[in-house]
């Protein structure tokens, strides 16, 4: 069945380093795969997002890589800031056009 | 940019008694909704895809008698916790497609005392 893990469930990095967030998928015809990120008590926010036809995809100091062959993609955040601090989610499409399937979450701490 | 607004926001009830959450899309048409439930700490579990006109479909293990899902109109779609127990307490969170991308509300965080 369809299933997407995420790796680390907890995160914590000094502010200006780099973070990185791994996730895997089952299905190999996912062919979208956001990126979530979300604060206490709000819904996700879509921050980047990448579909298949393409490896990586970079929006300022976040940056996406999809490895198709081995169903792992990746988020980069780089030069991490206290406002970076949230949980992020990982997310495929299980078929076309159809259900988005969530990792398990990483709780990202951005210490000052 | 899309925006998907979602009422409730928060919401205490007693048990038994049944509660109705709103996500509209505001200034956009969606055929399809999604709505998610979520434990502290925990990821977005989907409940249900809700499509305009039409019965929603049920993600294995959710009671569509409980969880009712309306959605008649291209910009709103409703979810009724029908006889709510302490155990239906969680956040509860709707999404809303566009032509590309998928938007998220703010989420209901639903109490049942």
């Known amino acids: 069945g369809e299933n997407v893990e995420q790796h680390p469930s907890t995160l914590s990095v000094q502010e200006g380093d780099s973070a990185v967030i791994k996730c895997t998928y089952s299905d190999s015809a996912s062919n979208y795969f956001p990126w979530y990120k979300q604060e206490l008590g709000k819904g996700p926010q879509l921050i980047i997002d990448?579909?298949?036809?393409?490896g990586e995809k970079k929006d300022q100091r976040i940056a996406v890589t999809l490895n198709k062959t081995a169903k792992h993609f990746s988020l980069h955040i780089t030069e991490t800031q206290p406002e970076d601090s949230a949980v992020y989610f990982c997310?495929?499409?299980?078929?076309?056009?159809?259900?988005?399937?969530f990792g398990q979450g990483t709780e990202l701490s951005v210490k000052p | 940019g899309a925006v998907v607004s979602q009422h409730p926001s928060r919401v205490i009830c007693k048990s038994g008694t049944s509660v109705k959450i709103e996500c509209r899309s505001l200034d956009f048409q969606a055929t399809t909704m999604f709505w998610y439930r979520q434990f502290p700490k925990k990821s977005l579990m989907l409940m249900a895809t809700s499509n305009e006109g039409s019965k929603a479909t049920y993600e294995q293990g959710v009671e569509k008698d409980k969880f009712l899902i309306n959605h008649a109109s291209l910009t709103l779609s409703t979810l009724t916790v029908t006889s709510a127990h302490p155990e239906d307490s969680s956040f509860y969170i709707c999404?809303?497609?566009?032509?590309?991308?998928?938007?998220f509300g703010n989420g209901t965080r639903l109490t049942v005392t």
């Open positions: 999404s809303a497609r566009d032509l590309r991308d998928r938007h």
């Open positions: 997310a495929a499409i299980y078929n076309q056009g159809g259900k988005l399937i």
């Open positions: 990448i579909r298949s036809n393409v």
